[in-house]
């Protein structure tokens, strides 16, 4: 059998590369499963000679050979760390969640808490979900929600009966919705999602804002010089469109045939007639008076 320190790149064989492998392997295993635990185990035993080791070696490392330029078994211990190294690490995948930074809510109106996960492993029911929270001054982190197959809400604490399931696993979404917030709501909610064998390596957090839903009408000064110059224009122009409009009706009346004139129009004729009489002999009277002076 081919020896497989020749697989191993060079810097694995020196005492400080096994060590930090070693840390790295016993870092990388802390959620993973016992197989890879067992191949940390057998890495770590030491055996007096070749039959002990698994592997038949080389003639010299069968004969013990420690000397200058020969590698005995003792010192090729770093090989098993190292190449678990590099097992544990295709084991290992990653689970990355998000959730919005800031949420803001009013008083008695429903809001919802987003959360999406992403799986390099398929969903399955061993998949959990868990929303915590802690307030803004002081207290205690409290569970809010569990989901593991099923929804499970909170059965006491300030969220009894006012958390449900709004996500959807297979769709990598793990939200919640919090009906009839409160003031006392305002605080951290934290998004933990766990699908083994992937190891969670993120947890976001979510502040809640709850406030009182007011007249968020403000009045500026360019809102009020809108109102100003528009608003008299406005009615302005709407007097003037009724005005054109009773006029043109007016007028098709009168050229219809048959139409009669109100008694307002049939007085206002003769005062005019009238007028015109008075004016002229009142001219006349003048130009008499003019020609009887004496010179």
């Known amino acids: 059998m081919r020896d497989p320190s020749v697989l191993i790149h060079p810097w694995m064989l020196w005492p400080a590369g096994a060590e930090m492998a070693k840390a790295l392997v016993l870092l990388a295993l802390k959620e993973t499963s016992c197989t890879t635990a067992l191949f940390l185990a057998l890495a770590e035993r030491r055996g007096p000679g070749p039959a002990s080791s698994g592997f038949a070696g080389r003639p010299a490392e069968r004969a013990g050979a420690t000397g200058p330029g020969k590698m005995g078994l003792a010192r090729r211990k770093p090989i098993g760390a190292a190449a678990l190294l590099l097992l544990a690490a295709a084991r290992v995948h990653l689970l990355e969640i998000q959730a919005a930074a800031q949420v803001r809510a009013f008083v008695g109106e429903p ?78 909610f934290t998004c933990s999602v766990k699908n083994p064998p992937d190891v969670q390596h993120n947890i976001p957090q979510t502040l809640l804002t709850v406030t009182q839903r007011g007249a968020s009408f403000q009045l500026t000064s360019s809102g009020l010089f809108s109102i100003l110059v528009f608003l008299p224009s406005g009615i302005v122009v709407i007097l003037l469109l009724v005005r054109m409009n009773q006029k043109s009706g007016l007028m098709k009346a009168r050229r219809q045939p048959g139409y009669k004139k109100s008694s307002i129009e049939v007085s206002e004729e003769p005062e005019q007639s009238g007028c015109r009489e008075r004016l002229v002999s009142c001219c006349l009277q003048c130009l008499d008076t003019d020609e009887e002076e004496p010179y």
């Open 111 to 188: 809001v919802t808490l987003k959360c999406w996960f992403k799986s390099s492993a398929p969903v399955t029911e061993k998949l959990t979900v868990d929303w915590t929270y802690r307030p803004l001054v002081g207290g205690n982190l409290e569970p809010v929600f569990h989901y593991q197959s099923n929804a499970y809400p909170a059965k006491r604490g300030s969220f009894r009966d006012r958390v449900s399931w709004a996500g959807d696993v297979a769709k990598q979404d793990a939200s919640i919705m919090i009906w009839n917030p409160t003031l006392e709501d305002n605080g951290t």
